[in-house]
């Protein structure tokens, strides 16, 4: 009878003990789910309901700024290296055959994480996002036309047991096309901003499907790459070079609009932080600077 007692005070301990390791899923290191959403003026970031409710929930602006010129490519490489155009040898967007464009001069957030032994995943919408992306750095890689197909791929990367992928990446293409075509902030682009925000809304709840499943956290951050004015964008002027952006997720305070200065500059550094890695180590060339304040602690 007593060594039955025993067995059971033992049987009660391990039981609490897997609880107590069950119960603490924001001891592991988040992933990252990072969207940029092509042409994004910050203007129309009011108009979509579940962007509107990710910045009630996460920290954001929509003053963050991009860089000059602001253009698809220059914004990408300074997005994915944190370093200025003039650093990372993305200046201006001229190549004759974009596939045989590799420009980049430093490393980038992707090559980063794979120091680390983590795996990444990029779907872009464009071949000219993908010239700026080291291509060996990314160990799942698509290019669609069709932004479904963006949204499900990077929803299964980030729902993805086997293999992990500490770092997923989407580009959503529609407001900037839609701005060349129409006019940025037309009422076609605001028809589009709510497909858009359609897919953000999709993503996001992978992204909170993902951490249910594995008790993994998964931060999102989304952002502009560029506004635009009229037809156009790429000039240095309010319109074009003003984006959004949001972090929402585990440790990232909820409700809080950023006080300081934030740029895309500042993505890179950002994602290194939350994903328990050193910047100042793994990318010495950048000079963006972690977004310190939307943490909460
Ligand atoms: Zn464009």
Redesign the pocket.
Known sequence: MRNLKVIFIVAICVCSFNQTSEAKPHRKKPKVLFISI??WHASLAEEMPAVKELMENGSWTLEAEAPIPP??VVSHAVIFTGAVPEKNGVVRYEPKRVKDWWPLKVRTVFQAVHIRNKKTAAFVQKLKVAAVLPSKSVDEFGLFRNKKKIVDNACAAINSDEPVYSLVFAHIEDL?AT??EYGWLSPEQKIAALSVDKAIADLAYCARWSEKKSGIPVVMIIFGD?G?HRK??GAAIKSDLQVPWIAVGAGIKAGYKIKGKVRLLDITPTILKILGQNPAILLPEAEGKIIKEIFTR
Request: aromatic share 0%; no cysteine.
């Open positions: 092509d042409g253009i698809t900037d701005g060349h560029h635009g156009t964008h």
